[in-house]
């Protein structure tokens, strides 16, 4: 025996709502997208939505074209710091311990993270006013800092790596690290 699917009732009502001018609800959620989206390349770049032809239907696709692109980098007013480990002493005298990544591929391409580093966890820095001032810091001298943390913890303050040669240990980077930077 074939068993064969009905047909989607669509209900009058949803017609009606779909062809009906778009809510403002929507228009707003539009232009909050526009403005938090990345356009750059995209159709979405430089247009403006002509509110008298729009519909709930048609606000609804471009919602979920919109909501398809990346966020706009956010940190670009951040310091330019390399991706690595650092160590800075607060205040109080006390070693502190960092993680900057700044990937270079996929979703987050761009973006610098910044996470403490408590033993062999890392906690993020989510802060943004907390995050802008501990990178400020490390940007001050950011060679001095990596090297600290490789002297402090042991492991190249470049890769990460344990360091196992007296000299390497001394300067904080491992050898192969240091010809890098």
């Not at 006390?94 to 591929?105: I, L, M, S």
């Given at each position: 025996?074939?068993?064969?699917?009905a047909?989607?009732?669509?209900?009058?009502?949803q017609?009606?709502?779909?062809?009906?001018?778009?809510?403002?609800?929507?228009?707003?959620?539009?232009?909050?997208?526009?403005?938090?989206?990345?356009?750059?390349?995209?159709?979405?770049?430089?247009?403006?939505?002509?509110?008298?032809?729009?519909?709930?239907?048609?606000?609804?696709?471009?919602?979920?074209?919109?909501k398809?692109?990346?966020?706009?980098?956010?940190?670009?007013?951040?310091?330019?710091v390399?991706?690595?480990h650092?160590?800075?002493?607060d205040?109080?005298?006390?070693v502190?311990?960092?993680?900057?990544?700044?990937?270079?591929?996929?979703?987050w391409?761009?973006?610098?993270?910044?996470?403490?580093?408590?033993?062999?966890?890392?906690h993020?820095i989510?802060?943004?006013?907390?995050?802008?001032?501990?990178?400020?810091?490390?940007?001050?001298?950011?060679?001095?800092?990596?090297?600290?943390?490789?002297?402090?913890i042991?492991?190249?303050?470049?890769?990460?790596r344990?360091?196992?040669?007296a000299?390497?240990?001394?300067?904080?980077?491992?050898?192969?690290?240091?010809?890098?930077?």
């Amino acid at each position: 025996m074939t068993r064969t699917t009905a047909p989607r009732d669509t209900t009058m009502a949803q017609i009606a709502y779909d062809q009906a001018p778009a809510t403002e609800n929507r228009k707003g959620y539009i232009l909050d997208l526009l403005a938090r989206r990345d356009l750059t390349g995209t159709p979405f770049d430089g247009w403006t939505p002509d509110w008298s032809r729009a519909t709930n239907a048609t606000a609804s696709q471009v919602i979920t074209r919109l909501k398809a692109l990346p966020y706009k980098r956010t940190d670009s007013t951040l310091p330019d710091v390399p991706a690595g480990h650092y160590a800075l002493e607060d205040a109080a005298g006390a070693v502190k311990f960092y993680e900057v990544d700044r990937p270079t591929q996929g979703r987050w391409a761009g973006r610098t993270f910044l996470s403490a580093c408590a033993s062999d966890e890392r906690h993020p820095i989510k802060n943004p006013a907390s995050r802008a001032a501990v990178l400020a810091e490390i940007a001050l001298d950011p060679r001095t800092a990596m090297m600290r943390y490789g002297q402090e913890i042991g492991k190249c303050g470049h890769c990460g790596r344990t360091l196992t040669d007296a000299e390497s240990r001394a300067r904080g980077i491992g050898p192969v690290c240091m010809e890098k930077i």
